[in-house]
Nanobody, 115 residues
């Protein structure tokens, strides 16, 4: 059974940094697209960043220039480096991995940006 295990969330002050990690466990198969989504209180889940198997990336306008997504295919891990965090980045961050036609989600990791 495929499982996505996230880590790295926490409480940080505005302007600070966090690095999220997501490991794909339970399969020897490689994943196609991997991404990070986030859901703030009272809002719908939205894409933050996504990376393809070939390394192409897409970012939400709100995080461009501050977040960097990367992956280590050998380790089946995707990372989200978040710099210059703002209070509006507060959300639960979810990892998603896709191997067509299936998609898998992690359990989420909380990020709180507050002074």
């Amino acid at each position: 059974q495929v499982q996505l295990v996230e880590s790295g969330g926490g409480l940080v002050q505005p302007g600070g940094s966090l690095r999220l990690s997501c490991v794909v466990a339970g399969t020897f198969l490689s994943m196609d697209n991997m991404g990070w989504y986030r859901q703030a209180p009272g809002k719908e889940r939205e894409l933050a960043a996504r990376i393809t198997g070939g390394g192409s990336t897409i970012y939400a306008d709100s995080v461009k220039g501050r977040f960097t997504i990367s992956r280590d295919s050998a380790k089946k891990t995707v990372y989200l480096q978040m710099n210059n965090l703002k209070t509006e980045d507060t959300a639960v961050y979810y990892c998603k991995a896709t191997r067509v036609p299936y998609s898998y989600w992690g359990q989420g990791t909380q990020v709180i940006v507050s002074s």
